[in-house]
């Protein structure tokens, strides 16, 4: 689009196309404006209207219509779905940002009036502003010239406007940078829906197949949408054919291209081609064909050398960790044959936390006449570092955890080890980690079987309790799981003293409501009176709130002074048993609740809505035998109390 609409522009749009007439009157009564301000922002829907052969008209004492209007559909459900920004005028910041973002998406010269206009600030302070993004631009070879009675407009070529677009507009430090879209990114990008192309890139690029960090493919995701925007704004690439001629990269991106063509109606020509896949071939060939190019014969030469050196310099054997030794030659044959002075985000904390592990890795690799030739400097070492302290502290890691973990790590498979390591030496007896995933690889694949998840990415809205790994506040982290860990538990003491081998019952024969409950109150210490008084009172509440929650499941209870140590009983009946009108349930739970443990009570129910949607754990619960297996199915909820 040639500009980016205000929200009042959106609206007056959005009012016109939706009557066949708009009286300027109702414009300005709407949205408490004046004459002059309706028509000159009608004049800037038409700037974006043009490239529609779309048109705002006034017809004389009537009012306001759109000729063209059925090309315009699409554009507004666009604009009605999706808001074009999110991002407030109330900072400097974000007042450059937009003005940046306004001038970028025009294809002619912007006014002064329309500028300050946009961000509600005076002509003056608009200088300043261009004045500090001008600075911005300098160092990619792009400005913004001015011209008298036009305005102002961003000038360069399209390859240096999208590097500044990329490498400044983009705030690739925000800490949920790999795991969410930000508002400036949806405002940056308001033509594109980013987390669906998050998605289409994860479905043509599969984290199975290819084994980018969370950090790389959010890259990837980014300087995509920048494509997308730049063709849709109809700005033109030129990049010669010899430059970028990558056929193996162009193969595998043809397929994502198509389907992006025919998802926002645009041409990808051959020049943004070859622009998308220089920017993402590098890591593309170590991911897909790095093997048949680099050896890894000389990698683990390497490998085996460093491990040797430091046996020798501090008495470490590392000898027995085959996970080290594939761990580092995947490592070094994805990244020495490219590096490019890569920075760790975490050499800080690796000095600090792990500062032995690194000058291990320091005074080793500094007299390893191998990886001389590859100039490692202090941000190579810290991944190499990160992996020598994972097996450190791997050394004492015991298998015999409890609570079924996945790791999700952004930041590479390197502090993906090091941070299992972390957890495993903290944990070892209450911890078992199942599965070790990128960001990617969570949102491709359920997590079955996982109790929880510790990540360094923040996660919101799970089922499965998320634990937030910090590694800069290293102890903060380690207290919120034991946390988790402490209320898991205590959940489980709980629940396992509700239930008793004497009163779980396997039968496999039809019967009555009545006649199970009659069973399972026989277990119990209460004579006949009780157990009478018990039913009774069980009858009367299930016939004006039936408690067959599923076509498996009943819940009978009954909260009474009369119970004075809480307990469930147990009845699995796969022949079924006759509930309540033609209904049936093959599995009973009769709740006898003391007053005092109320609590209890609300623990069993959230247990029981894990599985009361999961039909598959209810048939696995109805084909349990003895008493051993159904506390085990008890340990092993699908989810916990964060």
């Given at each position: ?12 749009f ?17 949205f ?17 209207l ?21 090309v315009?559909r699409?554009?507004?459900d ?13 900072t ?28 509600y600030v005076s ?17 990619f ?6 011209k008298s009675?036009l ?11 999208r ?24 405002t ?13 890139v994860l ?6 197949q290819y ?21 849709i704004?109809?700005?033109?690439i030129s990049i010669?054919?010899n ?45 897909s ?38 761990d580092?030659i995947?490592?070094l044959?994805?990244?020495l044959?490219?590096?490019e ?5 975490l ?7 792990y ?9 080793t690799i500094k ?9 490692l400097?202090e941000?190579?070492i ?9 097996s450190i ?23 993906s ?5 972390i957890i ?14 990128s ?5 491709a694949?359920?997590?079955d079987?996982i ?12 089922s499965i309790p ?16 034991q ?44 004579d006949t009176?009780?157990q009478t ?27 009474d ?7 469930i009983l ?12 033609n ?12 007053p005092n443990?109320?609590?209890k ?20 619960l109805?084909?349990?035998?003895h008493?051993?297996?159904?506390l085990e ?8 109390e964060?």
């Amino acid at each position: 689009m040639n500009v980016l609409l205000s929200d009042r522009c959106i609206s007056i749009f959005r009012t016109i196309y939706e009557n066949e007439l708009t009286p300027i009157d109702f414009l300005t009564e709407t949205f408490q404006v004046s004459n002059r301000t309706v028509r000159n922002d009608i004049v800037v829907i038409n700037d974006y209207l043009a490239k529609f052969q779309s048109e705002i008209l006034l017809q004389r004492n009537k009012g306001y219509f759109i000729e063209n209007k059925e090309v315009l559909r699409p554009i507004y459900d666009s604009l009605i779905r999706n808001s074009q920004t999110n991002v407030s005028t109330e900072t400097l910041e974000n007042r450059i940002f937009l003005t940046t973002v306004f001038l970028l998406n025009a294809n002619t010269y912007v006014s002064m009036d329309n500028l300050c206009a946009y961000i509600y600030v005076s002509s003056s302070t608009m200088v300043t502003y261009l004045n500090t993004i001008k600075k911005q631009m300098q160092p990619f070879h792009i400005k913004i010239v001015s011209k008298s009675n036009l305005g102002y407009k961003i000038v360069g070529t399209e390859q240096d406007i999208r590097s500044y677009i990329f490498e400044v507009l983009v705030s690739k430090n925000h800490p949920d940078y790999v795991a969410s879209f930000t508002d400036f990114e949806s405002t940056l990008f308001n033509e594109v829906n980013l987390p669906d192309l998050y998605d289409i890139v994860l479905f043509f690029f599969p984290p199975t197949q290819y084994k980018f960090n969370d950090y790389y493919r959010k890259n990837m995701v980014i300087k995509t949408a920048i494509m997308i925007k730049r063709i849709i704004e109809g700005h033109t690439i030129s990049i010669e054919e010899n430059e970028y001629n990558y056929d193996y990269a162009n193969s595998i991106v043809i397929n994502m291209i198509t389907e992006l063509e025919d998802l926002y109606q645009i041409t990808i020509d051959d020049a943004n081609i070859r622009w998308l896949v220089s920017q993402i071939f590098l890591e593309l060939i170590s991911q897909s064909s790095v093997q048949s190019i680099y050896s890894t014969e000389k990698f683990e030469q390497i490998v085996n050398a460093l491990i040797q050196q430091i046996s020798f310099n501090f008495g470490l054997d590392l000898s027995e960790d085959f996970v080290l030794q594939d761990d580092l030659i995947k490592h070094l044959t994805s990244y020495l044959p490219k590096k490019e002075n890569k920075k760790t985000p975490l050499l800080g904390v690796i000095k600090k936390k792990y500062a032995y592990a690194f000058e291990i890795c320091l005074s080793t690799i500094k007299n390893l006449n191998l990886l001389k030739t590859y100039d490692l400097n202090e941000d190579d070492i810290g991944y190499i570092a990160i992996h020598i302290a994972a097996s450190i502290e791997r050394q004492n890691k015991n298998q015999s955890s409890q609570i079924r973990t996945a790791i999700i790590c952004g930041q590479g498979f390197s502090t993906s080890r090091l941070l299992e390591a972390i957890i495993m030496k903290k944990f070892e007896k209450q911890i078992k980690i199942i599965k070790i995933m990128s960001y990617a690889e969570f949102k491709a694949q359920p997590l079955d079987g996982i109790d929880l998840i510790i990540s360094t990415i923040p996660l919101k809205n799970h089922s499965i309790p998320v634990a937030h790994f910090d590694f800069l506040k290293l102890t903060n982290s380690i207290t919120h799981i034991q946390t988790i860990i402490h209320n898991y538990q205590q959940k489980q003491t709980y629940l396992n003293d509700l239930f008793s081998e004497k009163s779980f019952l396997v039968l496999n024969k039809p019967m009555e409501k009545k006649e199970a409950l009659i069973r399972l109150l026989k277990t119990t210490e209460y004579d006949t009176e009780k157990q009478t008084a018990i039913i009774e009172k069980i009858e009367q509440r299930e016939a004006l709130y039936p408690t067959d929650i599923s076509q498996y499941i009943a819940i009978p209870h009954i909260i009474d002074q009369v119970i004075q140590q809480s307990k469930i009983l147990v009845l699995i009946n796969p022949c079924s048993i006759k509930w309540q009108d033609n209904n049936h349930v093959s599995i009973l739970f009769l709740m006898l609740v003391s007053p005092n443990d109320k609590h209890k009570l609300q623990l069993f129910m959230e247990w029981v809505s894990d599985i009361i949607d999961d039909d598959q754990r209810q048939r696995n619960l109805l084909e349990l035998k003895h008493f051993s297996q159904f506390l085990e199915f008890v340990a092993t909820p699908s989810s916990m109390e964060n």
